[in-house]
């Protein structure tokens, strides 16, 4: 099966981005960090979530030395993370900002690999947690803020094996299709109701902390780099992309 990438050569304009705001989960490291600074180089207000402050920070402080709009910081463990957590986040972001304008579900835990027959249940909960129930929590509250932009976009990162099944790979595939599945059903009731699109993508192997501890034997750099996969983040975040919605996409 063959999936849809963004234009070939696609060259996004610098001001793409410019007046719009952008939460991106998992923004700390990898390829939630290159996307962040990417939208921001691109003019957007970036909304910095993850669970590690100090991360965040640096991607801030990143954002402010190369010029790009001051970004906001949001620490937050979407392991712990409760309903009212995230109600609470939702009226904050509402206070500071008329509307969001995209929404980058990133951030993931890999889990265990192993097979089914020796899986511990604690670590399958860990990962739908993180991997699909914040998603839902941070895609029902985020929603009424994102209705409000002229045209907004929900992307949320899928993987091969949120496609394929394969062996061992357990709860993280699980979790991957069930984000597949998410994608669709919230594309298909915002189709004809509003301007938010909604689409996933696979950013394929890419050279990350996820990536290393995933594949060991791997030579790291024989991957790209999360900043050489951005063509595909920048156009499902701009206007680009309007009118393309409930499609899974790959990065490349
Ligand atoms: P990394 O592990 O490098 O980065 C994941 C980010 O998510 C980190 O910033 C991490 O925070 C954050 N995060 C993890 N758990 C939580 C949590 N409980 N609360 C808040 N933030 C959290 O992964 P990648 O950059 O490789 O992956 C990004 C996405 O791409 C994931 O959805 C992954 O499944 C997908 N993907 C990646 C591929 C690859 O080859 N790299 C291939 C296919 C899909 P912290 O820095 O604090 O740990």
Known sequence: MTFPTA?????????????????????????????????????????????TESKLERVYDDIEASGGPKPALVALDLATA????????????????????????????????????????ASWLDVMQVNVNAQFLLTRYMLPLLQRAPTASIVFTSSGVGRTGKAYWGAYAVSKFATEGFMQVLASELENTS?????????????????????????????????????????????????????AFNSR
């Open 82 to 121: 409760t309903e009212d957590n995230i109600i609470h986040l939702a009226s904050g972001l509402a206070q500071e900002f008329p509307h969001l304008d995209g929404l980058l579900h990133n951030a993931s835990i890999l889990g265990e690999r192993r097979p089914i027959e020796s899986a511990s249940y």
């Open 195 to 247: 301007r938010v699109r909604v689409n996933s993508l696979n950013p394929g192997a890419t050279n990350t902390a996820m990536r290393r501890t995933a594949y060991p034997g791997e030579q790291p750099t024989d991957n790209p780099a999360p900043e050489e996969i951005m063509a595909s983040y920048l156009y499902l975040m701009g206007d680009d992309s309007c009118g393309v919605t409930g499609r």
């Open 7 to 51: 234009p070939e050569n696609y060259s996004p304009t610098p001001d793409l981005l410019r007046g719009k705001t952008i939460l991106v989960t998992g923004a700390g490291d990898g390829i939630g960090r290159a996307a962040a600074l990417a939208y921001a180089a691109h003019g957007a207000t970036v909304i910095l979530l993850g669970r």
